[in-house]
C-alpha cells in the first residue's frame, strides 16, 4: 500500500526567506511523487513532479523539490518564498503500476510580508 | 484551452437523495479520476475511467459509481446520501503513462443535509 506524510500541518515563513515543505512516502516499488497547490475555493494545481533521473527536480513559480530515496522523502522547496505563495499543499504519490495518487493531508503555508 | 470543467459548482441535497457530478476533461485527455475531499483533508481516490471503463477503484461502496462517455467526458453517481458524503468532489483528467501528471478540476461543492 501507498501513503503519504505531511508531518507540518502548517508553516509560517516571512515573505524573502527560503520555504520547506515536508512529504515523506511509502510505496512498494519506486514512487512517482507529485507537489499541488490548492488555493481557496479552487481545484489542485499541478506544481512538479519525479519520476526518475536527476534527485532535484524543477517546477512552476520558482518551487524545487529533492527526491531522497533513503529517507523516502521529496521536500518542496523555494529560495525566496512571495506572499502570493500563501496557500494549501499538497504531496502525493503513485507506485509503479498503480492508477490511482494518494495524497498526503496538506500543508497550509502562510508568508507573512 | 479549456482546462478541466466540472458541473455544478454547488449542490445541496438530503439525506437518502442521488446526486449526479460532471466532468469533461482536458483537451486531449482520455482518462478521469474522481477524488472525495472532505474539509481539512487531501483528496481520496474513488475511481479512475478509461476507455469508458472502470480501471481501478479506491475504498468507497458501491453507492458511488461513475461512467464515461465516448467523448471521454465522465459522471459521477452518488445514492443514498449519507451526511459524511458532503464533501469537494473533483474531478482530474490526464493522457497516456502512469509517469503524467492529472490535472484537477475546480470541483463540485456538495452538502447533505
Known amino acids: 500500500a501507498q501513503s503519504v506524510a505531511q508531518p507540518e500541518d502548517q508553516v509560517n515563513v516571512a515573505e524573502g526567506n527560503p520555504l520547506t515543505v515536508k512529504c515523506t512516502y511509502s510505496?512498494?516499488?519506486?514512487?512517482?511523487l507529485f507537489w499541488y497547490v490548492q488555493y481557496p475555493n479552487r481545484g489542485l494545481q499541478f506544481l512538479l513532479k519525479?519520476?526518475?533521473?536527476?534527485?532535484l527536480v524543477k517546477g512552476s513559480y520558482g518551487f524545487e523539490a529533492e527526491f531522497n530515496k533513503s529517507q523516502t522523502s521529496f521536500h518542496l522547496k523555494k529560495p525566496s518564498a512571495l506572499v502570493s505563495d500563501s496557500a494549501l499543499y499538497f504531496c502525493?504519490?503513485?507506485?509503479?503500476?498503480?492508477?490511482?495518487?494518494?495524497f498526503g493531508a496538506g500543508t497550509t503555508v502562510t508568508v507573512r510580508a | 484551452d479549456a482546462g478541466v470543467t466540472q458541473s455544478p459548482t454547488h449542490l445541496i441535497k438530503t439525506r437518502g437523495q442521488q446526486v449526479t457530478l460532471r466532468c469533461s476533461p482536458k483537451?486531449?485527455?482520455?482518462?478521469v479520476s474522481w477524488y472525495q475531499q472532505a474539509l481539512g483533508q487531501g483528496p481520496q481516490f474513488i475511481f479512475q475511467?478509461?476507455?469508458?471503463?472502470?480501471?481501478q477503484r479506491g475504498n468507497f461502496p458501491d453507492r458511488f459509481s461513475g461512467h464515461q462517455f465516448p467523448n471521454y467526458s465522465s459522471e459521477l453517481n452518488v445514492n443514498a446520501l449519507l451526511l459524511g458524503d458532503s464533501a469537494l468532489y473533483l474531478c482530474?483528467?490526464?493522457?497516456?503513462?502512469?509517469?503524467?501528471?492529472?490535472?484537477f478540476g475546480p470541483g463540485t461543492r456538495l452538502t447533505v443535509l
Open positions: 519525479y519520476i526518475t533521473g536527476d534527485n
Open positions: 482530474a483528467s490526464s493522457q497516456g503513462t502512469l509517469t503524467n501528471e492529472q490535472f
Open positions: 483537451s486531449g485527455h482520455d482518462t
Open positions: 502525493a504519490v503513485r507506485d509503479i503500476g498503480d492508477y490511482k495518487l494518494s
Open positions: 510505496v512498494s516499488g519506486n514512487p512517482y
Open positions: 475511467y478509461y476507455e469508458e471503463e472502470e480501471r
